[in-house]
């Protein structure tokens, strides 16, 4: 009797969170789908970036307001980048990118490819060329472009390889991300605290590789 409540109550709890229910079953399918991909070991100091991008791209490919741009491309192949940087063996790294994204419903090919394609046109960008980017962008978006940290990166790597941007004093470097921010419909702030998370991340991860690389040839 009262497993059969039990069961009753659970039953009503599946069904008024259905939605979670079924989000967490799918990453948990994600996962299996993943390591069938990429049958090898991960060195644990990556396990954990692999994990992240694994959970978030499976929750932005449920987000009905998301939609992949160029800006998203740019940012989840840097992401990727710099915190896959010392991965060895170094012929598993793309295999791992394809495989994050396969398990996903993402094209591996198509983000690498819109990522080349906005690296290669910011650096000849004017600002009018920005403008210009930044209004087709909002236009094909159509007010539905769900934010990520992915996207503040994308920004921040955006704005990295615009070349009359590379001498500009931090604090300017800092303004034109905001006005991209902005004209993205970003809060800006929330877009400088990913940025500095994911600098300070960079910064750990460097030290801890520094740490593991002492420490083979102190061997």
């Known amino acids: 009797m009262i497993l059969a409540k039990s069961r009753g109550k659970l039953g009503s709890l599946k069904n008024y969170l259905g ?15 993943f390591h069938k991909e990429f049958p090898y070991v991960i060195p ?13 791209l499976h929750l932005l490919s449920h987000q009905k307001n998301f ?21 060895k063996p170094t012929e598993h790294i793309s295999k791992l990118f394809d495989a994050i994204c396969n ?20 650096k000849s960008f004017t600002k009018d060329d920005l403008n210009a980017f930044l209004l087709q962008l909002n236009n ?5 472009d769900y934010y990520s940290r992915i996207n503040a ?8 390889e615009i070349a009359s941007f590379k001498d500009l004093k931090e604090v300017d470097f800092n303004k034109e991300i905001n006005n991209i921010s902005e004209l993205l419909g970003y809060q800006s702030s929330r877009v400088e605290k990913d940025i500095s ?23």
Request: hydrophobic share 35%; proline share 2%.
């Open 140 to 144: 094909d978006n159509n007010e539905n």
């Open 153 to 160: 990166i994308g920004i921040y790597k955006l704005v990295s």
């Open 103 to 122: 398990c996903n419903g993402f094209n591996p090919t198509e983000i690498s490819s819109a990522s080349e394609d906005l690296v290669s046109k910011a």
């Open 19 to 33: 939605l979670t229910l079924s989000v967490r079953a799918t990453i948990s399918d994600s996962k299996s789908d």
């Open 197 to 219: 998370m994911y600098k300070s991340n960079i910064e750990k991860m460097k030290q801890a590789l520094e740490i593991i690389a002492l420490n083979l040839t102190s061997k």
């Open 44 to 56: 644990p100091i990556y396990r954990k970036l692999a994990d992240e991008l694994l959970v978030e």
């Open 67 to 87: 939609k992949k741009n160029s800006i998203f491309a740019i940012g989840l192949k840097e992401i990727f980048s710099k915190f896959t940087s010392g991965y």
